[in-house]
């Protein structure tokens, strides 16, 4: 027996829901259907943001907030004019979910819990009628004239309208593949650097702003990043490192993850005119050591690292410091390099490079421009963003264009 729905929705996650939640306000006549293949439903929300649920980021203007995207900025810049920050932030006031803007521009509910957005969304599909079915698996998506036809492991369903909002599904992708959609094979995107080197082994907790770049096999700068760096236990992370992976997702994963970097721990200072610093510290402070205070504002544990690496021994007063050690040091401040072998995946911010080509959908509406009637939100398409919230905006911001369409018929 065939299940009859005006619109099935595949995939319980952040951008299934709001797309099921916006349509069915839009147009309470319709009969709506999430299908999720889990026991449980938004598990990305609930772990998202070490729990507090990163719902979006305090950037208000369409052309920088799409510039935040590796794939998918041309493509979400009208889309942002329809719904962004500011609508995400009103959409959730009225369901009484406040959000507060931290420090680093990230926004969080004011309750710092995920279950809070986990709990509106819920509360809103049961006061909406919208079914949610979980252990539901999709098997097959194929088509009539009329309608699509879904299988899932225990039922048939039948519908004038499908949305694939599934992430990174391999399956699922499989299923478009063989509708006719080209997917681009899925790359990790977000994620940290493996590093083992004892300028750094006993920092970890250690964070400061620089320049980091990839430096390629002849040399030349491949990629380049600037912001806070986070000293791990593993290696390295923080902005300035997610953003890089996020940028480089393809270019690293064919570096097979390594690579060199180079990193300037005074963001833009020059060799040259650092060491004329370091001489005219020389001269002011002859008698005081290097290692009783760090310089430049760097952190005392890192400062103190890099002159032992630079052979500067605990004892060493200025006026005893050599041209070429402080060459040396300069050197070290502006140009350190390490080596990165292997890559670490943080599990609650696991976000793929890959998905349904882009080409093939039409953004006014988040449509396929091969089958009518097929609509996509969040990361089944080649989307992704750097961290920060960016991610969850996508899936808003497509969920709600999906929704108005689908609204109208």
């Not at 293949?37 to 052309?63: M, Q, W, Y």
């Not at 490079?353 to 996509?376: I, Q, W, Y």
Request: aromatic share 10%; hydrophobic share 40%; proline share 4%.
């Amino acid at each position: 027996m065939l299940n009859n729905f005006d619109v099935i929705i595949v995939g319980g996650g952040a951008a299934g829901f709001f797309t099921a939640i916006n349509a069915a306000e839009k147009n309470p006549k319709l009969s709506i259907a999430i299908l999720e293949r889990g026991k449980d439903v938004l598990g990305k929300v609930k772990i998202s943001g070490g729990g507090r649920c990163n719902v979006t980021h305090a950037e208000f203007v369409p052309k920088p907030l799409s510039q935040k995207y590796p794939r998918g900025e041309k493509e979400l810049l009208g889309p942002f004019h329809s719904f962004m920050t500011g609508d995400t932030i009103t959409w959730f006031e009225e369901r009484g979910v406040e959000l507060k803007i931290e420090d680093d521009g990230r926004m969080f509910p004011v309750s710092n819990t995920s279950q809070t957005i986990i709990d509106c969304f819920t509360a809103e599909i049961s006061r909406l009628g919208v079914t949610l079915l979980k252990s539901h698996p999709v098997k097959s998506i194929s088509k009539t004239e009329e309608d699509w036809h879904i299988t899932t492991a225990t039922e048939t369903f039948k519908t004038k309208k499908i949305v694939i909002a599934t992430g990174s599904n391999p399956k699922v992708w499989k299923l478009l593949e063989d509708l006719g959609h080209t997917i681009i094979p899925p790359v990790p995107s977000l994620f940290t650097f493996n590093i083992k080197d004892g300028r750094i082994a006993e920092l970890p907790g250690v964070a400061t702003d620089v320049m980091v770049q990839v430096i390629n096999e002849n040399g030349k700068v491949a990629l380049e990043s600037e912001g806070p760096l986070l000293i791990t236990h593993w290696g390295m992370s923080g902005p300035a490192i997610l953003k890089l992976s996020a940028w480089g997702a393809r270019v690293l994963e064919t570096m097979n993850y390594e690579f060199t970097i180079r990193i300037n721990w005074l963001q833009d200072a020059s060799e040259m005119e650092l060491l004329e610093n370091l001489l005219a510290m020389k001269l002011e402070n002859p008698k005081q050591t290097l290692f009783k205070y760090a310089q430049f504002e760097l952190p005392k544990r890192l400062w103190q690292s890099l002159l032992r690496a630079t052979g500067i021994s605990e004892e060493e007063i200025w006026a005893d410091i050599s041209k070429k050690k402080l060459q040396n040091l300069a050197n070290q401040l502006v140009a350190s390099q390490f080596e990165v072998n292997g890559k670490s995946t943080f599990k609650e911010e696991f976000v793929t490079a890959g998905g349904v080509v882009l080409k093939e959908v039409n953004f006014k509406t988040f449509e396929s421009k091969l089958h009518p009637n097929l609509f996509f939100a969040g990361e089944v398409l080649n989307i992704d963003a750097i961290t920060g919230g960016f991610n969850f905006q996508n899936a808003w911001t497509g969920g709600y264009i999906v929704a108005q369409t689908l609204a109208k018929h």
